[in-house]
């Protein structure tokens, strides 16, 4: 893929990178943004989540329940992937060379798969259990599903800090 | 005299066993850090909830008080949670936090969060619609709501910096 090694190196070696990385402010700073707006995604996830399986917001229907929480959740999802960007560009080679950081990237598509496929297979018949207190086996699968996998990505997010000593 | 008395603290607990295996197993501060990281995570994320609902930004069809009796008692069995966690990092490396400024910071913050908390909680449990009978009292409402906001900001940006500023 030297198309792809063409753009990484360009990336890092971009005015922008440069910044992030000599500056003693600037990257904490990002990690900070970054570490907010994560907590914000898996926190708000988790609630609805943890309708999807039953557990919590009960009296409330699962439509009204994501209806209410899912906006704050792609909010903070795009914060977290434009400071997430940042943090990338300004060691792309090093964080490339990281499992924990490639595994982070791997659990967060295997969470969008599992939000699509969850779109895919309730849409035709939420309706008819929209206002139960208790979904599906298939939405509890995808509830409980996404909770682990959030909870793997905050863990690899915590280990690429210890694996990786940014220069 | 209170730093001496910090930094002989500070040594007495870096001797203790329990400091010992938190130190050399090395998945433990990792693992503490993020069961830590994903508390707070559904700390910020209540408090964010309810205080966009109180704005009227998400959940409008919901009322205030419903949405902080779904998201506000959980709080509190959470931050002994926060509090073990926390103790556990501290005691396997005592001097990053106890003789670092921003650590002192974060619990002030910290203290300031739960005091609003418990505000909130009890104002609308004695008066669930208290909210909305002024303009004076829909005013302290949503002030109160920017605060907490910007105190759990405050609580994430110096969590990240007590990395940075250990001595």
């Known amino acids: 893929m030297p198309l792809f090694g063409a753009l990484i190196s360009y990336l890092e070696g971009s ?3 440069d910044a992030v990385r000599e500056s003693d402010l600037l990257f904490p700073l990002i990690e900070s943004v970054h570490v907010l707006a994560i907590c914000l995604v898996v926190g708000s996830i988790l609630a609805v989540d943890l309708r999807l399986l039953g557990v919590a917001s009960r009296n409330l229907s699962v439509s009204r329940v994501t209806r209410g929480i899912l906006p704050l959740t792609w909010c903070a999802f795009v914060v977290a992937v434009g400071s997430g960007g940042l943090l990338f560009v300004s060691n792309a080679t090093k964080y490339l060379g990281n499992g924990f950081f490639i595994a982070k990237l791997v659990l967060i598509g295997v969470a969008g798969i599992n939000m699509a496929v969850f779109h895919a297979v309730s849409a035709r018949t939420q309706p008819h259990w ?6 599906p086996l298939s939405a509890r699968l995808a509830g409980g599903l996404s909770i682990l996998l959030w909870i793997g990505v905050v863990a690899c997010g915590r280990w690429i800090g210890f694996t990786m000593r940014a220069s | 005299m209170i730093e001496a008395a910090l930094n002989d603290l500070s040594k007495w607990l870096a001797g203790t066993a329990l400091s010992n295996t ?10 503490l850090q993020t069961i830590h990281i994903l508390t707070v995570a559904v700390l910020f994320s209540s408090a964010m909830l309810v205080d966009l609902r109180i704005w009227r930004v998400t959940q409008r069809d919901v009322p205030v008080a419903d949405v902080a009796r779904r998201f506000l008692p959980p709080v509190w069995p959470l931050v002994l949670i926060l509090a073990v966690t ?11 936090s106890l003789l670092n400024d921003t650590f002192y910071i974060k619990m002030a913050l910290l203290a300031a969060a739960l005091l609003l908390t ?22 302290a409402g949503r002030s109160a709501a920017v605060l907490s906001i910007l105190i759990w ?3 994430i940006f110096a969590g990240r910096f007590i990395a940075y500023t250990q001595v």
């Not at chain 2, 926390?86 to 990053?96: A, H, M």
């Not at chain 2, 449990?125 to 009978?133: G, I, L, R, V, Y």
Request: hydrophobic fraction near 50%.
């Open chain 1, 15 to 17: 005015a922008l990178a």
């Open chain 1, 130 to 135: 929209d206002n139960a207190a208790r979904p």
């Open chain 2, 22 to 31: 938190i130190q050399t197993a090395a998945w433990i501060i990792p693992t």
């Open chain 2, 86 to 96: 926390g103790s556990l990092l501290i005691v396997g490396e005592p001097r990053r």
């Open chain 2, 118 to 139: 418990a505000g909130l909680q009890w104002a609308l449990a004695s008066a669930p619609d208290a909210w909305e009978k002024s303009g004076a009292r829909r005013l």
């Open chain 2, 153 to 155: 900001c405050g609580i």
